[in-house]
């Protein structure tokens, strides 16, 4: 049971063929036996999970109706506000706090009858790529325990690939669905900016950050967005129905785009590993083989994504991440001497190496005196970065890329050289910078038999378009359907 | 307006005035909380103004709404697009440690207001900005080696105004923010309540001294946090009189940073230093991310100016013109805008100006202030006053009838005649029926008759005795002019 997709499982549970408590007690019987070694939640909801399964069964068994994502065990990254268990962010100035109010996503995800069972790892405030930056709990990945799940949603991956959910929500700054995604073989799928709420997300960088779900196929990424998708009036940077209308992404998923177009950024691949390399010049022969015509086209200025990126997300991090004080929730030192000690102390202790850095570097770049030479010339660079996109977008419907330079890398590998570790980023920014959808598709494995991505972008809010473009590849070939060896 | 102290010692005040006005929307700035004055402590409070992880900010409408409409009220150019920006200090008071406002892009620039100087003279002082923000809430130091917070004001919309230097005296300061009072309550955006904390004020001061010929500027004083036109007064007056010894012993003058900030001690009547040199303050202002930019169209522009009313100070230039009211009252009656606007009711509806002025101030306002209302509220037709007053002005009633008259009218739908009527108020000035009256009186009177005759020195004092027993006989109803008349006539 536990290798159906989201969409079977759920199929299954409303045609009455399992029970939703079944599926959910079999996720907590592997949760018991594989979460010691995994790692993937910081806190899962056994009890309510049941109480909340044994209710969409009794809903079903009374022929009354329910929502799309039924009776379905799922998880959300721990940076998503729930009224249950505690909103951590992966940081000790949160570990016990309890938000008074759920998340827009937590809410539709309720509404839709899916089964909440847990909150899952994250890099803290979900900074890094790798989850090794979590404040409480560490995260491997599935095809290698040795290695990262990839970051920051690493638990939200981890979790979908080791089969301890049917899938997951996770949010995606400058590749942090998409990168994991990759490096544990899942399907992550970033929305454009503004498609889905953001209202109840613990923000990092709030110009970028977007919440997007993890899930084993790409018909479940399109279910996910059925259920989390659409305006919020709560969020005045979700965009309305009348400008960008919600579709049903799952209606025609399984036709094929006639007469695709798909450009490929040379230029830019070349620094990607060469099995990385040779996976997606595979992949771009299958969509060949499709009958997509396949160009060449050069992008001028996204070398300069990771630069633009670590100044604009770290000065947003630095005001967004203001409000953990010590003085209205969450960590405060004991003893202090004075209010500024209630700041300075109850931040030294709580915040992670990571997070200081980067409230640092965002701080310095707000600086009154270096705010021209850093974060107004970051924004200028992301129009142009926005300019290149649409300029590409008008000679093809999607670009395909890596999703990243490497498969996982080992734990402690780079977590003490930050820029190389920064630099990991490199495929996933632009997408955030210009606000557009972008996918990560299993595409292959290396030699160490570990998880390559493929990397799908399309134009802003033609994320049902970019899930036919991804279908139409994962149609043609089995890398989805491979699971972690150490789970068999 | 230059103070001299002597042939070569003269100085000038020069005075910049920054002012929070709170506006008076039902909800709060950024968030759906009612704004309550004197609430329980942390009860008009959600997780969007406690700044709680996660959550957003969505815009009050209404709030840009009254902003823009004081905006174009002090007759500045409003931005057809403009944005929020975050700006970042650590206190407690501010749960997000930043708070929303507006930097570069203010709703509105380049402004002015008139102020009223002496009788009918007035001053233009130029706006340099206003723009909209949100408030913080209130640090309580209480007994104990702790503080409390109470974020009930925290997010409450608020519009902040900047003067350029263009105030000479605390007189003229205090012109400004009772004018700005007056025009906020107008044009319904703001109570303007100075007890409840709705108008505060920080005065930027300075003197340029001129002292043997040469001119000195001496170093600017922002005072912090004054919420009486009082302490805005005093305190100026204070720093001019302050600044002026310091000069005069140190010979410091104005450089780039020294501008200092003192608190004003309100039972001591003296500002306290608090800062000496302005901390270079980085607030490191950038664009909030989690609101869109806000887009003004030519058509919601419009909209809002054609539903400006005329300004009080207008008003009041116009009652004196128009009408021949004194300056006085015709302040009076433009202090709020529903007194106002019912003194034209009635003025329209035929009263005389003048004699409508003075039911007004003074019956309407005694009866207005007991009830704790507006003369507006009072629920009186503005067309009985009018009624009232050409009653007066024919001799149908008397003054001190007329006052009696209006106490009525706020109680019942009947019409000033109606009242007298039933009050028994309406005058005699029949003069034949009258003159019978005075015959018999000065037949039943004839020692009175013979002092007023003859001219003694109790004339005066008979001649009112016998106008007093006419009015006894007609129960006081008898229009005394009439009756004077007819006493002249008979005695003479």
Request: charged share 25%; aromatic share 8%; glycine share 6%.
């Amino acid at each position: 049971m536990q290798e159906l997709s989201a969409k079977q499982l759920h199929d299954q549970i409303v045609a009455g063929q399992i029970k939703s408590v079944e599926a959910t007690q079999a996720v907590f019987a592997r949760i018991e036996k594989y979460e010691p070694m995994l790692g993937a939640y910081i806190s899962t909801f056994k009890e309510q999970a049941l109480s909340k399964a044994r209710h969409i069964d009794n809903k079903i068994a009374a022929g009354e109706s329910v929502g799309q994502l039924a009776g379905v065990p799922v998880a959300i990254k721990d940076n998503m506000c729930t009224t249950f268990g505690a909103t951590t962010c992966a940081s000790k100035i949160l570990e016990n706090f309890h938000a008074p109010y759920n998340a827009t996503v937590v809410e539709k995800l309720l509404a839709a009858d899916a089964v909440i069972i847990g909150k899952a790892n994250l890099d803290e405030f979900a900074m890094g790529s790798s989850t090794e930056n979590s404040g409480l709990k560490k995260t491997v990945n599935p095809w290698d325990t040795t290695r990262v799940p990839g970051g920051s949603s690493g638990g939200s991956a981890a979790a979908v690939a080791g089969q301890l959910c049917f899938a997951a929500l996770g949010s995606d700054t400058g590749g942090s669905i998409r990168q994991p995604a990759s490096f544990c073989g899942v399907v992550g799928l970033k929305p454009t900016y503004g498609r889905v709420s953001r209202f109840g997300l613990v923000a990092y960088g709030s110009s970028l950050d977007q919440i997007g779900p993890v899930t084993r196929t790409v018909a479940d990424s399109a279910l996910m967005m059925n259920v989390i998708a659409g305006h919020d009036s709560a969020d005045s940077t979700s965009v309305a129905e009348a400008v960008a209308p919600v579709c049903d992404y799952l209606e025609k998923l399984d036709e094929p785009i006639e007469k695709l177009k798909i450009a490929v950024v040379p230029q830019f691949n070349a620094g990607a590993e060469s099995q990385v390399q040779k996976s997606i010049a595979d992949a771009i022969d299958v969509y060949k083989k499709l009958g997509a015509d396949i160009i060449e086209i050069n992008m001028p200025h996204l070398d300069y994504a990771i630069a633009a990126y670590y100044i604009i997300a770290t000065a947003e991090a630095s005001s967004n991440l203001a409000r953990y004080d010590g003085v209205h929730y969450g960590h405060r030192t004991e003893n202090p001497k004075d209010y500024i000690e209630v700041y300075s102390k109850s931040r030294a202790e709580a915040f992670g190496k990571e997070v200081k850095r980067r409230i640092m570097l965002g701080t310095y770049a707000l600086s009154s005196g270096y705010y021209d030479a850093y974060y107004l010339k970051a924004l200028k660079v992301r129009n142009l970065i926005r300019g290149d996109f649409i300029n590409a977008f008008e000679r093809c419907e999607a670009i395909l890329m890596p999703v990243s330079p490497t498969t996982a890398f080992k734990i402690g590998e780079k977590i003490n050289d930050p820029l190389t570790m920064y630099l990991s980023d490199i495929y996933t920014i632009a997408a955030n910078l210009a606000g557009i959808p972008a996918i990560s598709i299993p595409c292959g494995f290396d030699d160490d038999n570990l998880p390559i991505g493929l990397q799908i972008l399309a134009p802003a809010f033609a994320e049902d378009r970019l899930l036919r473009i991804a279908r139409m590849y994962e149609k043609e070939t089995n890398w989805h359907k491979k699971t972690p060896p150490i789970l068999n | 307006m230059k103070t001299k102290m002597s042939n070569d010692l003269q100085y000038k005040v020069i005075v910049g005035l920054e002012i929070h006005v709170q506006l008076c929307t039902r909800s709060k700035m950024f968030c759906g909380c009612a704004v309550e004055f004197g609430a329980e402590p942390n009860s008009r409070v959600c997780p969007v103004c406690l700044g709680m992880p996660g959550v957003l900010p969505v815009m009050n409408k209404q709030a840009l709404e009254y902003a823009v409409t004081v905006a174009l009220a002090l007759n500045c150019e409003v931005a057809k697009f403009t944005r929020w920006d975050r700006k970042s200090y650590y206190y407690p008071d501010l749960p997000k440690n930043y708070q929303i406002s507006q930097y570069d892009l203010p709703l509105g620039a380049k402004g002015f207001i008139e102020i009223p100087l002496e009788i009918g003279q007035t001053k233009k002082i130029r706006i340099i900005r206003a723009h909209l923000e949100e408030d913080a809430g209130k640090n309580l130091h209480t007994a104990g080696n702790f503080s409390q917070v109470d974020l009930n004001r925290t997010g409450t919309a608020l519009l902040e105004i900047v003067t350029e230097p263009d105030m000479n005296s605390g007189t003229e300061a205090r012109a400004l923010a009772v004018e700005l009072q007056r025009m906020v309550r107008f044009l319904g955006v703001s109570e303007a309540d100075m007890q409840k904390g709705h108008m505060r004020f920080e005065p930027n001061i300075n003197l340029i001294v001129t002292k043997d010929g040469s001119e000195y500027k001496t170093p600017i004083v922002e005072v912090k946090n004054l919420n009486s036109f009082r302490a805005l007064e005093r305190s100026i007056d204070y720093e001019a009189h302050r600044q002026l010894d310091e000069f005069l012993e140190t010979s410091r003058t104005m450089e780039m940073g020294n501008k200092s900030t003192r608190g004003w001690d309100d039972e001591k009547e003296q500002t306290i230093l608090q800062r000496e040199k302005e901390e270079a303050h980085d607030y490191r202002y950038f664009p909030e991310p989690d609101l869109v930019p806000v887009e003004l169209t030519e058509k919601w522009l419009s909209d809002i100016r054609s539903r400006l009313c005329e300004l009080p100070i207008k008003k009041q230039i116009r009652f004196v013109t128009d009408f021949g009211l004194s300056n006085y009252d015709a302040g009076v009656l433009t202090a709020e805008r529903s007194t106002a606007e019912f003194f034209e009711q009635a003025v329209k509806a035929g009263g005389d100006p003048k004699r409508v002025c003075n039911l007004l101030t003074q019956e309407g306002m005694r009866l207005a202030k007991e009830k704790g209302l507006s003369i507006g509220e009072l629920r009186i037709n503005p067309k009985h006053v009018a009624d009232l007053a050409k009653m007066v002005d024919k001799g149908d009633v008397s003054a001190s009838a007329s006052s009696s008259i209006f106490l009525n009218l706020s109680e019942s739908d009947k019409g000033p005649w109606a009242l007298a009527g039933e009050l028994n108020l309406i005058q005699k000035s029949d003069a034949g029926e009258l003159e019978k009256i005075v015959e018999q009186v000065l037949k039943e009177n004839p020692k009175a008759v013979e002092d007023v005759t003859s001219g003694s020195k109790k004339s005066k004092k008979a001649r009112g005795f016998l106008l007093g027993q006419v009015m006894q006989k007609t129960k006081g109803q008898a229009n005394p002019k009439i009756v004077s008349e007819i006493l002249s006539r008979k005695l003479s």
